[in-house]
């Protein structure tokens, strides 16, 4: 497949033509997602609470998703993830991805073959939802406790990166709930600061200096 990459530790990703981006780090998708989403993001959550309700920004390939799947299964606490996307992968490329593999984790193609706009209950622990939609255009009717911002970079894609677009996710963010993503340049900080977010500056995974963890106050 042309869209397909292998990153740095062996795990795949995706080139998007239409943003001429990819979707992971090139030094390691797995990597960048356990240490961003799984690290950052979730397991200081369920240390304190046993039930999380997860958004994420960009369902695409499907790995962070599996990700907490895998985690709700094993911690034995309950997630619902919510996922928005605007141009889906097929479930054809989806069923050459090697996330199952590396993760641990059968379920990639079951998350991928799940319809739109329906809460699907995958186990015990993790029911799931993804929209197929612009960001832009959803009308956000929950609250979260964790937001994963996995959007395409700034440079490429500046509208999902801003004070509004930013305002929009904090209304619905619970007080102390937190958002993480793997941008840190000074406009995506001083956006999220301005939105109402309290912003930390975290290592990132492998040769990444920064990455973001903001608390919504
Ligand atoms: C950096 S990729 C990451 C995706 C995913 N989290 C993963 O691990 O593969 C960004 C994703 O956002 C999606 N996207 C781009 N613009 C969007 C928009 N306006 N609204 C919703 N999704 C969008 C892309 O199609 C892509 O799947």
Redo the contacts with the bound molecule.
């Keep these: 497949m042309e869209r397909l990459i292998i990153t740095e530790d062996g795990s795949h990703?995706?080139f998007?033509p239409?943003?001429n981006?990819?979707?992971?780090s090139l030094q390691g998708?797995l990597t960048e997602?356990l240490h961003i989403y799984i690290q950052l993001g979730l397991l200081p959550l369920i240390e304190d609470q046993n039930e999380i309700s997860i958004f994420?920004?960009?369902?695409?390939?499907?790995?962070?998703?599996l990700l907490a799947w895998k985690t709700a299964d094993e911690r034995g606490c309950r997630i619902s993830y919510t996922?928005?996307?605007?141009?889906?992968?097929s479930a054809d490329e989806a069923a050459l991805l090697n996330y199952d593999a590396l993760v641990g984790k059968p379920g990639l193609l079951l998350l991928h073959q799940c319809p739109w706009n329906v809460r699907n209950e995958l186990s015990a622990q993790f029911n799931f939802s993804k929209v197929l939609?612009?960001?832009?255009d959803?009308e956000i009717t929950d609250s979260y406790d964790l937001i994963?911002y996995?959007?395409?970079?700034p440079r490429a894609?500046p509208?999902?990166w801003t004070e509004e677009i930013f305002a929009k996710i904090a209304a619905h963010t619970k007080p102390g709930g937190v958002l993480v993503t793997y941008s840190s340049k000074g406009i995506v900080k001083r956006a999220l600061a301005a939105a109402g977010f309290r912003v930390e500056r975290h290592r990132g995974p492998g040769r990444k200096v920064h990455v973001l963890k903001a608390i919504k106050l």
């Design positions: 990703s995706l998007s239409l943003f981006q990819q979707y992971h998708a997602s994420e920004m960009g369902f695409g390939s499907g790995l962070n998703a996922s928005v996307e605007a141009y889906p992968v939609a612009r960001l832009q959803l994963f996995d959007a395409f970079d894609q509208e999902l």
